[in-house]
Structures are given as C-alpha cells and as structure tokens.
C-alpha cells in the first residue's frame, strides 16, 4: 500500500492558537487530498477536499476561514486549524488520493486537544 | 445522500469466537466498499478492498462479502484472538471519491 506521513501525532495547544497539520505522500503523487475528522465515539466525516494547486472545498458546517487548506504539491498538503477552540478538539486524518489508485489510504492521524 | 450502518455497535466475545459484523448502505452505486480496523487513538489499517463487481475477498482469517443489489457487506472474522479487539470501520466509495464511513462496531474479544 501507499506510504503516507502525518505529523504531528498529536499536539496540546491553547485556545486562540494555531496548529498545523502536515500530510505527506511519499511513494505516489497525490492530486487529491481528503480530510476527515473524528469526534470521540464517532466515526470518520469528510471535513474538505483538495486539489493540487486549487482552492479547497468544504462540506456543509466546515469553516473554511477556520480550517486552512494548503495542497500546493503533489506529495504534501497542510490543514491548519486557525485560532482554535476546546471544541475543536478532535482527531485529524488525512486521505490523499490520485486517479490511478481505487484503495484508499491515510495517514496516521492526529489528535488535537485545545485546552 | 449515501448512509452507512452497522450492526452490532459494540461486541464483545470470548477467544475462538467466529464472528460477524455487519455493514449496509442505502445507494447501491459504489465504486469499491473497504473494511478498516481502528485501535484505540490511532490511524486507520486497511483490511480488505471489495470493487464494485466482486462479491468477496479473503485474508487470512477474514473474509468480507458483499451484496451490492441489496446494499450490504459483512465481514467475517474466523477464530478470534484478543489481538482482534478494535473498532472495525465499513465505508464504501461513490462517485465523489470520498469515503463514507460506518459508525463502527467496537470489539472485545476476551481471553
């Protein structure tokens, strides 16, 4: 299967701050990004979906000037959580994804916890 | 609007156990549906890829069907272990590309 790379693993940070998530495909390239969250207890929801070098779309109650998405190479896109808040603690995977590949792949994932 | 379920929500079974967990899902037009197990606090690690025109696949002591005409799949887990126990994630992939996930079925196997 496809190797992906997600730093960090997991990450404390303060209300108000910033974290970003990189996400890295290492042996494919990647011209579309997927990213899910997951809430303690539920399952995975797609949050957005990029495509290189293009502007991100979100799905229905993701803030888009709240989640930045970044996929401006084939092999790395970023998810940057901008003045985050208690409530936006969650786990952040990401899928990346080209034309050829029918499995789907993710990265380790990343645990956010605002405190 | 594609729904994924499953059933049961949580399991919990003694060691040896044949195991069935079940998957349904309410548009039939899927490209591919995947298994996932999910331990606690980590990533997802992919079980077994059925496309859209197979009607199972097997991996060692798992093998996962699917009946795409009435909108299901389960997944069978032959002889369960306490290395087994994880949550067991469905999702199935349509025209968008994107996965839509089950909520999961958590399993216990005790020793």
């Known amino acids: 299967g496809a190797v992906v790379s997600q730093h960090p693993s997991w990450v404390i940070c303060k209300s108000g701050t910033s974290v970003k998530i990189e996400c890295r495909s290492l042996?494919?390239?990647?011209?579309?990004m997927f990213w899910y969250r997951q809430f303690p207890k539920q399952s995975l929801m797609l949050m957005a979906t990029?495509?290189?070098?293009?502007?991100?779309?979100?799905e229905q109650g993701v803030e888009k000037d709240k989640f930045l998405i970044n996929h401006a190479s084939l092999t790395l896109s970023t998810l940057t959580v901008t003045s985050a808040h208690p409530e936006d603690s969650s786990f952040y995977i990401c899928?990346?994804?080209?034309?050829?590949?029918?499995?789907?792949?993710f990265g380790q994932g990343t645990r956010l916890t605002v405190v | 609007k594609q729904e994924v379920t499953q059933i049961p929500a949580a399991l919990s079974v003694p060691e040896g156990e044949n195991l069935v967990l079940n998957c349904s899902f309410t548009?039939?037009?899927?490209?591919?549906l995947q298994w996932f197990r999910q331990d606690p606090g980590k990533g997802l690690t992919s079980l077994l890829l059925?496309?859209?025109?197979?009607r199972e696949q097997t991996s060692g002591r798992l093998n996962a069907s699917l009946d795409k005409s009435s909108g299901r799949s389960t997944l069978y887990i032959a002889a369960s272990q306490p290395g087994d126990s994880a949550t067991y994630l469905c999702?199935?992939?349509?025209?968008?590309?994107?996965?839509?996930f089950g909520s999961g079925t958590r399993l216990q196997v005790q020793p």
């Open positions: 899928s990346p994804q080209n034309r050829v590949t029918t499995e789907a792949f």
């Open positions: 042996d494919f390239q990647a011209t579309t």
């Open positions: 990029s495509n290189e070098g293009s502007k991100a779309t979100y």
């Open positions: 548009d039939s037009a899927i490209y591919n």
């Open positions: 059925i496309q859209s025109s197979q």
């Open positions: 999702a199935v992939h349509t025209g968008r590309r994107a996965l839509t």
